[in-house]
């Protein structure tokens, strides 16, 4: 019986992250669109979008290779694990332990990895441009997420995201410097991570300055359909990474009861919300950087994590 | 034995030293070997004088060998050789005669220091004849090793073999003395046919080792 | 055990002579190709499986032997255990997957008489090196080994790189030979007690023992590849033929891992914490310096070797973090600290010497190993191209293969260090780490630029253009490792477990046993603590991945048209508009190599007017090599050149040395009291 | 003297030489030359079963056994290699036959002369000995009339006359130390008498007789800086006298040092030999290795490589101790079959490529695996790597020194190591690459070479017990 209702739990948390993912999207979109006074897209049309592309004919280039068309899928397949692996409403689902944080992060990596061989599959520059960037940010944004993993796994004694969450929660957490810096280069590297200004610019088309967009030009149809969602699914994980380490209140314990299981998506969802407009409001403030200056911005996240990490060797008070 | 002969067995090491010291001033061949004629010649009278102390009758055949061959014959055939290649009035040196000097006088001090430092147990006689015959030796290098030319580089090994000979004799009952000194002559023997080999044979224009040193195996 | 095992070392070194008269025979060539691959492949096999029994079942006895050769008071020792075992697995898995890849590979060689003959021997001389018990046979076995695989090197020595990158092999493994040396004389002393076991009896002073862990570390660390010790490796080890390159990188340099463990961990004694130091520091340098230079190079074997230092870097992170958890007498953590890093040697051999053998089915397939004349090889030959993308996501630490679990267990290890108490592991330790993170990226970027540039993409040369897919053996050797490397990530608990008794032996701790664990997932301290499953995560991706495919192919569209690529409006995209293994490298090139290797491109403008191109040149320097290698170069000619002015004295100066010679020694005598 | 193996040794020599003077016709000799050479290592080697009492003059003890059997078996296998040797250059005319006489005839009467130096056990006719066989070579070496021979031999001449002098110096110097102590006459330069007496000799006697007898004999062994004559004295002579230069006559000046060492180890005031000879040695083994560098004539480079490894060996017996003395011993027989047998290997590639020049010589391995790989093989077993007997002894004088003197031995390392990355430079461009100069084949017996190749292998592997033994009972004689 509880089998089946670990079971249960776990399943509804990946249909919440999957549904909920473009709905997330949309409403960065349209608060940044209020926040520049425009009316902004409706709230659902990342899913209109999605079914559309679903939809549609693929229009493969003449020498994509079947790496090309495999590769959606495991993207998306690799994303939607670690989505559902990061504990949102409630904490020790059923296969929570079966990856750790940082087995999260590798998830996502090998994500990455796949998407950059894409852009590298036509043969056309543009492809090229693009992956290549992306290994280059990632090879900054990787070791500061470790990092930051050391810092937070230190204090709370393990890399088990549940237990994490939990002495989160609990309160010998007080305030500690190590845990802002480790917050702040959390940001910094979410934030390249799911390729948003300053660092990449989801909607532009410009070549000089796109990344992400740079890769998956020669994408359409469902494959595009799919990696989209993996996208916005990857920017729901790292908020609700967020939200599990440094907010994780309201978050139900491993139980069936109604209240708490109630309480834990509202608090979700809520954090979620809030964000969101955080990232919009930071979004809509700050300008696009030259990709070159982009290093520099994450070896300040590489640094503040190891500042952190050093800092938790030195003593345990920090 | 008694202070006289052991005197006049001084005296007669001491002045082949001296001998030594003359062959350094000289810097003319033709010089050099009359001087050299008269080194062999106080060797020869040492030996003798040797044989008769020791009352070793054998030490008298070295003594022979010494002025036969040493102070005649050889002489002889080197003067023949640079009369033929017409470097008889050669004045060559690669110290200047001073330094040598200064130079042969420090090797007999460090001879001196180094033998001096003998226990007198072992006979005052063979004492001093060792140090002698090893400055005599030490004065024989010195001169190979300052003269550029065969002739005299020969002349400064006999008198190299020739405090060797002082040694060997002084030495009191040493066996073999005969012979070395017999093996010594054919090895200079050797040494003189090979410059007269090399002449003859017109393999080199001239004895001198600069000119030998043309036909090294692996040129620069 | 151990006489069984000699028997089969035996009838390697029995082949080579064979090898030898068949390559004199007229057209023995391909006869004795398939004999030695063949026999190598069957001996190793058994030496395999021997030592793989050895290591699960009689893991607590210990089997010695000793036969009447080498030093004659002494003998030859042997002995296999625990430690010896694994590596011995280790060896001939390689060995046995590098044969049957030769079965097919060898055929193309030009010269296989400069092969063959060497191949068992190398074979042997490594399984020798792992199984002796003595400070002689081990030097012998080591030497031998460096010795037939400098044959090997120069199998093709038309070539004068090869040639030169034979010289500067062999001048290493004799310098690192003779470290090794040294470090022997010290720990047998005068009295030449030169069994392991009076070594192990042996109780030498600090001052000893700090001078022995230097030079073990420059001896099996400039065998190993430990910056800046490394310089031959990327010379020598692409200059091989392919399945000699697998071997050295992917089962040679662990021989030499073994070295050091066997006499840090084993002879040594107990370690204190300051040993740790300079093995974490240059393993964290070596991980970062290897994956950056890697990702510099165009010839693709270049790439690996240079990223098979890498990978020794992390092994040796992992090795000091063992030892310094050894000294501090945290029996559990240090287990932990060096399963991970047996593991990752376990793994390292399988993913490289994969790599390397599709690297050199390419190099046959095209004739190059230029990465920036081939491209598009994934049409050509699929299959070489997915085993050969199952070895980049291995090596690079993703899950669910096994590279990621043996880099997930050390940063595990890595996590229990603030238990150190000691103030220079406390700062160190997190640098190694951050150095290990660095280095685990970049090593991502560096095998998306590797198979990208190699097998994506279009052909950048009609070689690459009808290029054709490999042989059947050679295809099989690469199917099976890229398996191992699956099973080794999707089941570790298996893994760990097979090494506990090797960490048992050498830590004095174990991990605790993973089998048991429910759902196979491996949990190293404790499941609230950390764990990870490889199987459940592989099963959901193919699970996840396949109901989407299928749900979308149902619901939505499957159809696919065919279209040109986008140009951005550029009508002639030729092959060469695509991103090379240069211009992939820019980004990474702009961020770490302006200040490691003082990257600088330098675009010149032709002036307006004139038709002539662009042109943009980038120059990389290796600053180690300037800095240490040419140095010593440059001196050793200059003192060559100097003293050779002695071979064209007058025989007069040659008589003022004698001269000289006598007065000072006489002048000695005489100030001598 | 009663005719026993003793005398056997040095009659068989004497008598040969004298026939062989006598008979004309170069394939008869040369057999008869291997003939006696054999005869002469049989009876060296019945010196084992059956020891002859040694006299006032003569003497066999388990020392001089060594060497005698290593000179004589090596002796024996060059003169095989002669005989086909010499046969070629006789036909390409670069030998004349009336030479040929000559040449045999003083190859017996060197093997004479060594012999007798080995087992004379008067220090007076060990220099006597000693003094024959450089006269002997010095006529060999210069036995083509060429520039360079007769250069070279005039050279060896002088150098060597100077150094018999110095050690004739240093003998009488010890027969003065002995007289008080032993009294006159011929027992004070008997072995067997001084060696029991010399506790009580003068110190500071020794001391200076053992600085000439140094110099002398180290003349001899090749030690830098009195290595003039041997580099040329081996490049421009012909090659068989070149291995038996570097195989034999080396160790015989080695033997009359090794000799006086033990003398003047006995004494305990008198200064210690060691610390002179590691000196020398060290000296001599680095030096030699950076001459490596620059040599054009691939003889000529390996006679370097003689005086590196003869002062490896002054070292290990210069720092003494069982170990590092029975290492020597086993290096210097090493390196007397390795050296010879690459002498054997380059005299065939010389006559190949009708040339010594190492620029004219490239490819071996593939105009001529045989004679290539051989090489290649005695350069890796020269360089001191396994599995050949070098490594052995290198391995035994490292490791057992290293402890005792760090310094001097991470200078040593530094030599070996400098001598192997010279030896491989050049063997790079002998055997490997492109193939230059004439490719004809080789008339001549490859057996001399390899059989010393596979002895090397062997020891390098697996040492018999009766010849371990027999080496530690020298090592414990030399102290």
């Not at chain 1, 998506?265 to 070159?292: C, P, Q, W």
């Not at chain 4, 390409?92 to 003083?106: C, S, T």
Request: some cysteine; proline content about 5%.
């Amino acid at each position: 019986m509880a089998v089946i209702r670990d079971f249960a739990f776990q399943g509804a948390q990946m249909l919440l992250v999957l549904l909920l993912s473009p709905l997330l999207t949309g409403f960065v979109r349209k608060v940044k669109a209020r926040l520049l006074r425009r009316q902004g897209p409706p709230l659902l049309q990342p899913y209109r979008d999605l079914i559309r592309l679903m939809r549609k004919d693929v229009v493969l280039a003449d020498n994509a290779s079947w790496l090309f068309r495999v590769i959606p899928y495991f993207i998306f397949a690799a994303t939607w694990i670690a989505a559902s692996l990061v504990p949102t409403f409630q904490s020790g689902l059923l296969f929570s332990w079966s990856a750790d944080l940082i087995a999260i992060i590798a998830v996502l990596g090998s994500a990455r990895f796949f998407l950059a061989l894409a852009g590298l599959d036509v043969g056309t520059s543009f492809g090229g441009i693009g992956s290549s960037r992306e290994v280059m940010i990632a090879s900054l944004a990787e070791p500061a997420m470790l990092m930051i993993v050391f810092t937070l796994a230190l204090i709370a004694g393990s890399t088990q995201l549940s237990t994490m969450a939990a002495f989160m929660n609990s309160p010998e957490v007080g305030l500690r410097v190590s845990l802002g810096l480790g917050l702040i280069a959390l940001i910094i590297v979410a934030i390249a991570e799911n390729a948003r200004i300053p660092v990449d610019n989801p909607a532009t088309h410009l070549e000089l300055t796109m990344v992400h967009e740079a890769m998956v030009l020669e994408y359409s149809g469902r494959h595009l359909a799919l990696i989209e969602l993996a996208a916005a699914l990857k920017l729901l994980v790292y908020l609700s990474l967020i939200a599990c380490l440094f907010a994780p209140w309201g978050m139900s314990p491993p139980t069936a009861e109604p209240r708490l299981l109630i309480i834990g998506v509202a608090a979700y969802v809520a954090k979620l919300a809030v964000g969101g407009v955080l990232l919009a409001v930071f979004e809509t403030a700050i300008a696009k950087m030259r990709v070159f200056r982009v290093p520099g911005f994450l070896g300040a996240a590489l640094m503040l994590a190891l500042l952190a990490t050093l800092l938790r060797f030195v003593s345990r008070s920090f | 034995m008694h202070g006289i002969t052991f005197d006049i067995a001084h005296l007669l090491a001491g002045s082949l030293v001296v001998m030594s010291f003359v062959q350094l001033y000289q810097d003319r061949l033709s010089a050099l070997i009359n001087v050299f004629a008269a080194h062999a010649l106080v060797l020869a009278l040492s030996v003798a004088w040797q044989a008769f102390v020791q009352e070793a009758p054998h030490l008298y055949i070295t003594a022979v060998i010494a002025l036969v061959f040493k102070a005649i014959v050889i002489p002889v055939a080197l003067r023949r050789i640079i009369v033929r290649l017409g470097i008889h009035r050669e004045i060559e040196t690669v110290v200047g005669v001073g330094p040598a000097m200064l130079l042969g006088i420090g090797l007999v001090a460090l001879s001196m220091v180094v033998m001096l430092r003998v226990t007198a147990d072992a006979d005052p006689l063979a004492r001093e004849d060792l140090a002698f015959a090893l400055s005599v030796v030490l004065l024989g290098l010195l001169m190979m090793v300052t003269r550029r030319n065969a002739v005299s580089q020969v002349i400064g090994f006999m008198s190299l073999e020739n405090g060797l000979v002082l040694a060997a004799t002084g030495a009191k009952g040493m066996p073999l003395v005969v012979e070395i000194s017999v093996a010594f002559s054919v090895l200079i023997a050797f040494i003189v046919i090979g410059i007269f080999l090399f002449r003859i044979r017109e393999r080199f224009d001239t004895v001198d080792m600069q000119a030998m040193d043309r036909f090294r195996g692996e040129k620069r | 055990m151990v006489v069984y095992a000699l028997y089969t070392v035996a009838a390697l070194l029995v082949l080579s002579p064979i090898a030898v008269a068949l390559g004199v025979a007229p057209r023995g060539a391909s006869a004795a190709t398939s004999l030695v691959y063949g026999a190598c492949l069957i001996v190793t096999l058994v030496l395999g499986a021997v030592a793989l029994l050895s290591l699960l079942k009689y893991s607590d006895t210990i089997s010695a032997t000793a036969l009447p050769l080498g030093l004659p008071w002494l003998g030859a020792h042997f002995r296999i255990d625990a430690l010896a075992a694994f590596f011995l697995v280790v060896i001939n898995l390689g060995g046995a997957a590098a044969s049957l890849f030769a079965l097919g590979y060898g055929r193309h060689e030009e010269t296989p008489q400069r092969v063959l003959p060497f191949y068992p021997a190398y074979l042997a001389a490594m399984n020798l090196v792992v199984m002796a018990d003595d400070a002689f046979s081990f030097l012998v076995s080591w030497e031998f080994m460096s010795l037939t695989s400098w044959a090997l090197v120069i199998a093709n020595h038309r070539l004068a790189e090869n040639r030169r990158a034979g010289f500067v092999y062999l001048l290493m493994a004799s310098f690192g030979t003779l470290a090794l040396l040294l470090a022997f004389g010290l720990l047998a002393g005068s009295g030449g007690n030169y069994a392991f076991d009076a070594i192990r009896a042996a109780q030498p002073s600090a001052g000893i023992t700090a001078l022995v862990l230097i030079l073990v570390l420059i001896g099996a660390g400039s065998k190993a590849g430990l910056v800046p010790l490394h310089a031959w490796l990327p010379l020598a080890h692409p200059a091989a033929p392919s399945h000699i390159s697998a071997l050295m990188s992917g089962v040679m340099t662990k021989v030499a891992v073994y070295g050091f463990l066997r006499i840090v961990f084993d002879l040594l004694g107990p370690p204190d914490w300051w040993w740790s130091m300079p093995v974490l520091a240059l393993g964290g340098i070596t991980a970062v310096m290897g994956v950056l230079y890697a990702l510099m190079q165009r010839d693709i074997k270049r790439v690996l070797a240079y990223s098979t230092i890498e990978n020794i870097g992390i092994i040796f992170v992992a090795l000091g973090l063992a030892l310094a958890f050894k000294a501090e007498g945290l029996a559990f953590a240090g287990a932990l600290a060096l399963t991970a890093g047996l593991f990752h040697v376990f793994n390292h051999s399988l993913f490289k010497s994969l790599l390397f053998f599709g690297a050199g089915s390419v190099l046959n397939a095209t004739g190059t190993r230029d990465m920036e004349q081939l491209g598009g090889l994934i049409h050509r030959m699929p299959q070489t191209a997915f085993v050969f993308l199952a070895g980049c996501v291995a090596i690079s630490a993703l899950p669910p293969l096994n590279g990621f679990v043996s880099e997930w267990l050390t940063f595990q290890a890595i996590l229990l260090s603030p238990q150190l108490p000691s103030w220079g592991l406390k700062l160190i330790v997190p640098a190694a780490g951050a150095l290990l993170a660095l280095s685990a990226a970049l090593a991502a970027a560096c095998f998306v630029r590797a198979f990208g540039i190699t097998f994506l993409g279009r052909a950048r040369s009609p070689a690459a253009s009808t290029a054709q897919e490999t042989d059947s053996s050679s295809l099989a050797a690469m199917y099976i490792l890229a398996a191992l490397c699956l099973l080794a990530g999707i089941l570790p608990g298996l893994f760990i477990d097979a090494l506990a008794p090797v960490v048992q032996s050498l830590s004095g701790g174990r991990m605790p046993p993973q089998g048991t664990a429910e759902w196979l997932s491996i949990v190293p301290i404790a499941e609230s603590r950390s764990s990870y499953n490889g199987l459940l995560v592989f099963v959901f991706m193919i699970v996840s991945g396949a109901t989407a495919a299928f749900a979308i192919h149902r619901l939505a569209s499957d159809k696919v048209r065919r279209g040109p690529a986008w140009g951005c409006g550029y009508p002639a995209a030729g092959p060469l508009t695509q991103y090379s293994a240069d211009s992939f490298a820019q980004p990474i090139r702009r961020v770490f190599g302006t200040v490691v290797f003082r990257a600088r491109e330098i675009g010149e403008m032709p002036p307006p007017g004139s038709t002539a191109s662009a042109r943009l040149t980038v120059e990389v320097r290796d600053l180690i090599w300037n800095a240490l290698y040419a140095p010593i170069a440059v001196g050793i000619a200059f003192g060559a050149e100097q003293l050779n002015h002695l071979q064209f004295l007058t025989i007069r100066r040659y008589l003022s040395l004698v001269f000289a010679a006598l007065v000072l020694l006489l002048l000695a005598l005489a100030i001598w009291p | 003297m009663t005719m026993d193996a003793l005398s056997g040794v040095l009659l068989i020599p004497a008598l040969s030489a004298c026939l062989l003077a006598a008979l004309p016709g170069y394939r008869l000799t040369a057999r008869l030359n291997v003939l006696a050479a054999f005869l002469t290592f049989a009876t060296a080697v019945s010196l084992f079963v059956v020891e002859p009492k040694s006299g006032p003059y003569l003497l066999v003890d388990d020392l001089n056994k060594v060497f005698i059997v290593l000179t004589t078996f090596v002796s024996f296998t060059t003169s095989a290699f002669s005989a086909s040797y010499i046969g070629h250059e006789i036909e390409i005319g670069r030998l004349k036959p009336g030479y040929v006489r000559f040449y045999h005839a003083m190859y017996q009467v060197l093997m004479f002369a060594m012999n007798l130096a080995l087992v004379a056990n008067n220090i007076g006719l060990m220099w006597v000995a000693i003094e024959i066989a450089t006269l002997t070579t010095v006529l060999m070496v210069g036995i083509y009339r060429t520039h360079e021979a007769l250069e070279a031999a005039w050279k060896y001449f002088i150098l060597g006359s100077v150094g018999i002098a110095l050690a004739l110096f240093g003998t009488i110097l010890i027969y003065m130390a002995a007289r008080p102590v032993i009294g006159e006459g011929l027992n004070a330069m008997v072995w067997t008498v001084l060696v029991t007496h010399a506790a009580a000799f003068d110190p500071a006697l020794l001391n200076v007789a053992f600085v000439f007898l140094l110099l002398g004999y180290g003349t001899k062994v090749g030690l830098a800086p009195l290595h003039a004559w041997l580099p040329d004295a081996h490049a421009e002579g012909p090659t068989p006298i070149s291995a038996v230069l570097s195989g034999l006559l080396l160790n015989v000046a080695l033997y009359a040092l090794l000799r006086f060492k033990m003398l003047l180890a006995l004494n305990p005031v008198a200064l210690a030999p060691g610390p002179l000879m590691v000196a020398m040695g060290l000296i001599s083994c680095v030096f030699a290795a950076f001459m490596l560098y620059r040599r054009r004539d691939i003889k000529r480079m390996f006679a370097y490589s003689s005086i590196e490894h003869m002062g490896i060996i002054v070292f290990a017996f210069g720092m003494g101790g069982p170990l590092a003395n029975f290492a020597g011993l086993l290096h210097m027989t090493m390196h007397s079959l390795t050296k010879s047998a690459i002498f054997f290997a380059v005299g065939h590639i010389a006559q190949v490529k009708g040339t010594q020049k190492i620029a004219d010589m490239g490819g071996l391995t593939v105009t001529h695996p045989v004679l290539g790989w051989g090489l290649v093989l005695g350069v890796v077993a020269i360089a001191g790597l396994p599995p050949l007997g070098i490594f052995m002894s290198e391995f035994l004088v490292v490791s057992s020194t290293f402890s005792r003197q760090p310094w001097l031995v991470i200078i040593l390392v530094f030599g070996i190591l400098i001598a192997l990355g010279g030896l491989f430079m050049q063997l790079n461009k002998v055997a490997f690459g492109e193939p230059v100069g004439p490719t004809g084949p080789v008339e001549a017996s490859y057996v001399p070479m390899f059989a010393h190749l596979a002895i090397v292998f062997m020891a390098g592997i697996y040492l018999p017990p009766a010849l371990v033994t027999g080496f530690q009972n020298v090592a414990k004689l030399l102290g």
